[in-house]
């Protein structure tokens, strides 16, 4: 359903740039940077712990455009994210079997991610009495791959505090390396001083796929979807001019 709709919603965006009246760009390139926030909901396909507390990452990348039209672009943005992760509430039981009360886990799904994406825009230009194009909005579709990096690593604590390796349990879990893919549409503004600089902000949120095969517990951590919802800010810098006059 998730990809039908995606589907639909790019169909739409490419009717719509190929009946509006379109020119040559002003400018055929940009390139940027830009940075925000990214938060995730829960991971899906996971159903041996709860997750009561997520992480909410950073993040930042840069991109780059080239303007078919001024009405139509095409672009490669890159990006990386922090830590993925949460904390479950475990129910932990002794060497006899006996109830030992519920702990804190904390589960490292990825240290660090990085996406490479493919995208698609259409636009929509405003131009100033001059006739140049200074303000932008934008709607497309993204597609990409995305990479996690992890040192499977799994740290241990002694419930309350008591000695024994009978009260020993592991506290945080860290997943190994995965990789997967993530798809969604964006939607932002650009505007653009009289030179070439320009600002940007953005909402882009993304569905994200991951096959993580941990041979510790026998694949058990893959696969797992989330969804995420990237909001930022950023500069950018246009070049390549094709300026005219539009009467």
């Keep these: 359903m998730m990809k039908k ?3 639909t919603l790019a169909i739409a965006f490419t009717s719509f740039s190929a009946f509006a009246q379109s020119y040559a760009p002003d400018f055929r390139y940009s390139v940027g940077v830009y940075g925000g926030l990214a938060p995730t909901t829960r991971f899906y396909k996971l159903v ?8 909410l990452p950073n993040m930042f990348g840069v991109v780059a455009h080239y303007n078919i039209l001024d009405r139509l672009q095409v672009g490669v943005d890159i990006n990386t994210n922090s830590e993925w992760s949460s ?4 129910k ?10 519920m702990v804190g886990v904390r589960y490292v799904y990825a240290e660090r991610v990085f996406t490479t994406s493919l995208r698609v825009n259409g636009m929509v230009p405003l131009y100033d009495n ?10 497309g579709l ?31 879990y860290h997943y190994q ?18 030179g070439r600089l320009g600002f940007s902000a953005e909402f882009a949120p993304r569905f994200t796929h991951m096959n993580v095969v941990d041979n510790r517990i026998a694949g058990r951590n893959g696969p797992f979807d989330l969804f995420s919802f990237p ?5 950018r810098y246009r070049f390549g001019n094709e300026w005219f006059y539009r009467y």
């Excluded at 041996?48 to 992480?55: G, H, L, M, R, W």
């Excluded at 001059?130 to 709607?139: A, G, K, L, T």
């Design 5 to 7: 709709s995606l589907l």
């Design 48 to 55: 041996d712990y709860s997750a009561d507390e997520k992480s």
């Design 87 to 90: 904390k479950g509430t475990t």
């Design 92 to 101: 932990l039981t002794g060497l006899q079997g006996q109830d030992l009360g």
């Design 130 to 139: 001059m006739q140049v194009n200074r303000f932008n909005f934008y709607y």
């Design 142 to 172: 993204s597609v990409g791959a995305v990479f996690t990096v992890n040192d499977g690593q799994q740290l241990y604590s002694q419930y309350d505090q008591k000695a024994g390796e009978e009260n020993r349990y592991v506290s945080e």
């Design 177 to 194: 390396p995965g990789a997967g893919y993530t798809l969604g549409p964006q939607f932002g503004l650009e505007y653009y001083t009289p």
């Design 231 to 235: 909001v930022s800010v950023g500069i």
